[in-house]
């Protein structure tokens, strides 16, 4: 990788890192509206903390945000860097921003938050599903399209 490419690489990492983590925290406030920002949030410090994150007020709902946003930085430092190096990624990048969705959504699922100490329940059907079509569309479609703009449909 050349300096213009890690420099390319790294904004691509930034940018999505900062669109999918306010599409999706915004979608999952949007989705939780009957408990609040407040609680969304706490549930995702909840992974660090457990119940006593709903007991933190605004400071551990800070932390959650904080939380998001840090394991979006993961998620997005992996497709960029991925997409930096696979044309196909590019080329295909509708295709591949769904299967990246779904992905990050069964990892997180049934893999993150139950190593976590996170008190939140196994999603049922409805909630799969809201989940899956969340993470599509607010966190696979726009890193993949961010990709794309950033490196070109092809190297």
């Given at each position: 990788m050349?300096g213009s490419?890690?420099?390319?690489?790294?904004?691509?990492?930034?940018?999505?890192?900062?669109?999918a983590?306010?599409?999706?925290?915004?979608?999952?406030i949007?989705?939780?509206?009957?408990?609040?920002?407040?609680?969304?949030?706490?549930?995702?410090?909840?992974g660090?903390?457990?119940?006593?994150?709903y007991?933190?007020?605004?400071?551990?709902?800070?932390?959650?945000?904080?939380?998001?946003?840090?394991?979006?930085l993961v998620?997005?430092?992996?497709?960029?860097?991925?997409?930096?190096?696979?044309?196909?990624?590019?080329?295909?990048?509708?295709?591949?921003?769904?299967?990246?969705?779904?992905?990050?959504?069964t990892?997180?699922?049934?893999?993150?938050?139950?190593?976590?100490?996170?008190?939140?329940?196994?999603p049922?059907a409805?909630?799969?599903?809201q989940?899956?079509?969340?993470?599509?569309?607010?966190?696979?479609?726009?890193?993949?399209?961010?990709?794309?703009?950033?490196?070109?449909?092809?190297?």
């Amino acid at each position: 990788m050349t300096g213009s490419t890690r420099g390319s690489t790294g904004r691509a990492i930034l940018l999505a890192t900062l669109a999918a983590g306010a599409l999706d925290i915004c979608a999952a406030i949007l989705l939780n509206l009957r408990v609040g920002p407040l609680i969304v949030l706490q549930s995702v410090a909840g992974g660090w903390m457990g119940t006593e994150a709903y007991r933190g007020g605004w400071t551990t709902g800070l932390l959650g945000l904080a939380a998001h946003f840090g394991i979006m930085l993961v998620i997005a430092a992996v497709y960029m860097t991925l997409a930096a190096r696979t044309e196909a990624l590019r080329r295909q990048w509708i295709a591949a921003g769904v299967i990246w969705g779904a992905l990050v959504w069964t990892v997180m699922t049934l893999v993150v938050v139950p190593m976590s100490a996170s008190p939140l329940p196994i999603p049922d059907a409805l909630h799969i599903v809201q989940g899956l079509i969340v993470h599509v569309l607010m966190v696979g479609l726009p890193m993949a399209w961010i990709a794309r703009r950033t490196f070109g449909p092809s190297a």
